[in-house]
């Protein structure tokens, strides 16, 4: 069953002023074959063998249902960074045998994404096949956006489906720009319509209390979507480095912890704005601080607002814990973007962990959950608990800037004509 139901249809044409597209779910496929942008850009290890297929496998569901539809499948990707053309270790034909596992079905190989092999192997397609298509960034087309090359890989199907939210922020050839090919012929896979489905029930749907988790590093890289959020949100927790900003805009001592002088003022602004909108904002009342960054320092805990000279902030400290589980879990929907601390190192883990505990906890409780955007998803997942929250997005930068409440090129290209 598609997630773009009724309820999220509201939301999407709320988003944006013009909604008329295809769906996956009530498509015919029979006969059709389906050009689908994919991210299978896999880690590989030095014998080319896949080493994490979970984004193999969240492509699965699209494919079989273009193929259980009675059509075929010619997949684009793109694997790596390469530079200049085509390098050896960046071939999408190291990933065909696990996609022909996961799919199964055997996954023929075209050694070239454009031309004359591309086109042949693409229509002399049966339904229930499936082609895997070379690396797309064996072109510097694809990035550059070129209309040309996103003309060629267009004439190889007949509709275009786009699954790939980690690269839907970018106007690549594959990801936006092949859209204008195909009028209509075109649609979101499951795993980006579940993408855009779960920021709309945060951003838009989300039943209160909404909580927003925000950590990481800094306030510069998070400040748009802390101004976002304080439309919407009842309560932001503030963790990791950027506490120490906030806690300095507060008037407190923060010792050699983190802190962004030329955002001290946007700190203070936040807060002003957050009391006038009613939004409660949480800065950690208490901090793990160390004398050295490393697992070997010597550690005390203190209140944020008086760090010794010397000692610098790198976990929330146990009170903040309780008023952060507390917050959590009284929560209906929680968004939650950066960790709490310095978690990679395990002697500043336990603020993120006891965080995603607390997330996982409210997620049994009935409230929808969405973790999203670069470190806090590796934070969940080095504590085993991806899968007992509501959504983890696959899309880092795209999630951040989608929830920044920017357009993202990818998307706008498949609602739009
Ligand atoms: P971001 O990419 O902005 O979400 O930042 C994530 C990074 O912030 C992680 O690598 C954390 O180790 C780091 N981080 C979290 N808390 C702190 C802290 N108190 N001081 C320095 N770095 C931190």
Redesign the pocket.
């Known amino acids: 069953m598609s997630f773009i139901g009724l309820f999220s249809f509201k939301t999407l044409t709320s988003q944006f002023n013009f909604f008329d597209m295809e769906n996956i779910d009530n498509y015919n496929f029979t006969n059709k074959k389906a050009l689908i942008r994919v991210d299978f850009n896999v880690p590989l290890d030095g014998d080319f063998n896949v080493t994490d297929n979970t984004r193999i496998k969240a492509a699965v569901p699209t494919i079989q249902k273009v193929l259980s539809g009675g059509g075929s499948v010619i997949i684009m990707s793109h694997l790596g960074r390469p530079k200049n053309g085509p390098e050896a270790k960046f071939s999408l034909s190291s990933i065909v045998d696990e996609v022909s596992k996961l799919v199964v079905c055997d996954v023929k190989f075209a050694t070239d994404c454009i031309g004359a092999e591309a086109k042949e192997m693409a229509s002399d397609l049966k339904p229930g096949e499936v082609l895997l298509l070379e690396n797309l960034r064996f072109y510097k087309h694809e990035t550059a956006g070129d209309k040309n090359f996103a003309r060629q890989l267009s004439e190889l199907g007949d509709v275009y489906i786009n699954d790939a939210f980690g690269t839907a922020h970018r106007a690549h050839a594959s990801t936006a720009i092949i859209a204008k090919f195909f009028p209509t012929e075109k649609m979101f896979g499951y795993l980006i319509e579940k993408e855009i489905v779960s920021v709309s029930k945060v951003l838009n749907e989300g039943e209160s209390p909404i909580t927003a988790i925000v950590?990481?590093?800094?306030v510069s890289?998070?400040i748009i979507i802390i101004e976002k959020l304080m439309e919407r949100v009842d309560n932001i927790i503030i963790?990791?480095?950027m506490?120490?900003t906030f806690a300095r805009a507060l008037g407190g001592k923060t010792g050699n912890?983190?802190v962004e002088d030329d955002f001290i003022e946007t700190a203070k602004e936040v807060l002003e704005t957050a009391k006038a909108k009613g939004v409660s904002i949480l800065i950690p009342s208490d901090t793990v601080a160390a004398d050295k960054?490393g697992d070997d320092a010597n550690t005390q805990v203190c209140d944020t607002n008086t760090i010794p000279d010397g000692w610098?902030?790198?976990?929330i400290g146990g009170n903040a814990i309780k008023d952060y589980v507390s917050c959590v879990s009284n929560s209906k929907t929680i968004l939650w973007?950066?960790?709490?601390?310095?978690?990679?190192?395990t002697s500043?883990q336990e603020g993120t962990k006891q965080i995603a505990l607390a997330v996982v906890e409210a997620t049994k409780k009935g409230a929808f959950s969405l973790v999203g955007?670069?470190?806090?998803v590796a934070a969940i997942n080095k504590f085993n608990l991806a899968n007992e929250v509501s959504h983890v997005s696959t899309g880092g930068g795209a999630m951040l800037e989608y929830l920044e409440g920017k357009e993202l090129p990818g998307i706008k290209a498949i609602l739009k004509n």
């Open positions: 950590g990481g590093a800094k890289s998070k963790g990791g480095g506490a120490y912890s983190l960054f610098m902030g790198l976990d973007n950066g960790p709490m601390g310095v978690f990679e190192l500043f955007g670069g470190d806090s």
